[in-house]
């Protein structure tokens, strides 16, 4: 069986531990010869690094590992770049989610306001590793789940059209690990969807078992009533088990599908600015907990010398960027949730389009499914949302003033054109270091 290469770009992510505990865990059927780190914020890395090193001497010593800040030696040989990297860190985030909040508007990671200022900033960063993959290593892909995904699926589609880069997320696999345990099921795996939209923007149409039995009518009475919060109890953190909440009554608009929970963002912003504390958002909550948990455990495993001196936990999320290499590696022709130009898949929408819909997936990359025409309402929803995906990145590309005040404008979550440029001047302010400057 082929040994695969594979560089992960963000070495110094609190997620990078889990993705590599994740991999060695799939090594029957992903087998690996090299894992490489490349970060461009050495020292952050060096201590990621030194325990992931650890961990593989440990379980795994006969694949080869390294770190470090060179992109060729990096990018050189390798078959696969998983690419997960946070153009600004936390503290950026932080600005994204309370500058938007000072003016009254949902401050969220990857929606709105906040959500166009990380798109601005992480366009950049993504081409910048498509283009080391291209010139070290010319026939790796890249599978990005770098967020805000939708407006960087945008810029690679516009500015790099012939890059092998997938762009994926993970959180419809959270959702539908939720909806296999309210059906009773043990794994999403068990469950066959039929789902369309854009990223972090989207609707099931159809859930059944693998005989084809409808799930549908059980998941949705239960939705109806607790929303994406099963029976058993949930780990979740506080805002998250709100989020899961809500979906209740983001269903109520469309009760014929089941929606992505990220919908509530844009279909209640008044709820969730009303919910929000201005002066502490998930960024603070993700500082406070998960990046003091997890570099903690990477230093206290590199003093002790043994990786059970630290706990770090395997990212289960991050088993479907196995399935997507395994994919790809293999010719399995599995069945993916990827987000892909439309091209006809949905066809009374726009074709260039970047939509998140099923594929089947093998040698050659993607093969979009027939998704069928779309409602109204979903088609208004995801036009208007499409469009400011497209405005950042002519803003982006064109150093534009007027198309970002445009985007944040046409943004379902801001209330007026004057809030939108009250918004845009202070984001400016905050992202003098990693914006082009507009004009």
Known sequence: MKKF????????????????????????????????????????????????KILLKEKAPEIAFSYGTDPKAAFSDVDFVMAHIRVGKYPMRELDEKIPLRHGVVGQETCGPGGIAYGMRSIGGVLELVDYMEQYSPNAWMLNYSNPAAIVAEATRRLRPNAKILNICDMPIGIEGRMAQIAG????????????????????????????????????????????VPNSASHAEASWNDTFAKAK???????????NTYL????????VVAH????HTRANEVMEHREKQVFTACTEIVKAGNSAAGELEIDEHASYIVDLATAIAFNTQERMLLIVPN???????????????????????PEPLQVGSIPLFQQGLMGQQVAVEKLVVEAWTEHSYQKLW??????KTVPSASVAKSILDDLIEANKAYWPELK
Request: glycine content about 8%; charged content about 25%; some cysteine.
């Open 276 to 279: 929000s504390n201005p002066e």
């Open 185 to 228: 099921l043990k794994s999403r795996k068990e469950m066959r969807v039929r789902y369309y939209g854009l990223n972090h923007f989207g609707w099931w149409t159809r859930i059944e078992d693998l005989e084809g039995n409808d799930l549908m009518p059980k998941i949705k009475e239960h939705v109806a009533r607790h929303g994406y």
């Open 5 to 52: 290469s594979v560089v992960i770009a963000g070495g110094g992510s609190t997620f990078t531990p889990g993705i590599v505990l994740m991999l060695l865990e799939n090594q029957h059927r992903f087998p690996l010869k090299e894992i490489k780190f490349y970060d461009n914020d050495g020292a952050r890395q060096e201590i990621i690094a030194e325990a992931c």
């Open 249 to 259: 009554d983001v269903w109520a608009l469309d009760p014929d599908t089941l929606p």
């Open 406 to 411: 445009q985007a944040i404008t046409l943004s």
């Open 264 to 271: 509530k963002y844009y279909l209640y912003p008044d709820y």
């Open 343 to 365: 091209r006809g898949a949905i066809p009374n929408f726009d074709p260039e389009a970047m939509v998140e819909i099923p594929c089947l997936v093998g040698s050659s990359g």
